[in-house]
């Protein structure tokens, strides 16, 4: 059972950076055909698919961010990774870190991020 704890700096003013953390258990994060996202969803809104890293350590982003995103991993810490620059308030949101398996998914709890001055 893959298990998956976000953690983040929870205010970010608007301009800066953030970054994220996913930490990973219960599997490698290098396991063959595993996909890890971030998935976020901002208030009153739907879930918004950010982008991935694939167990091949390939990246996939959502058009949309892809200017503004970057997602890593780190294979020794069992761990992936946010970027994004350029934060705005309209950027306010849950962030969610995924794991998707074949047909299996599993999700963080997600991490509250707020971009205000």
């Known amino acids: 059972q893959v298990q998956l704890q976000e953690s983040g700096p929870g205010l970010v003013r608007p301009s800066q950076t953030l970054s994220l953390t996913c930490a990973v258990s219960g599997d490698s994060i290098t396991t063959k055909y595993y996909y890890w996202s971030w998935i976020r969803q901002a208030p009153g809104k739907g879930l918004e698919w950010m982008g991935a890293i694939a167990y091949s350590d390939n990246t996939y982003y959502s058009p949309s961010l892809k200017s503004r995103t970057s997602i890593s991993r780190d294979n020794a810490k069992n761990t992936a990774y946010l970027q994004m620059n350029s934060l705005k308030p309209e950027d306010t949101a849950v962030y969610y870190c995924?794991?998707?398996?074949?047909?299996?998914?599993?999700w963080g709890q997600g991490t509250q991020v707020t971009v205000s001055s």
């Open positions: 995924n794991a998707l398996y074949g047909r299996r998914d599993y």
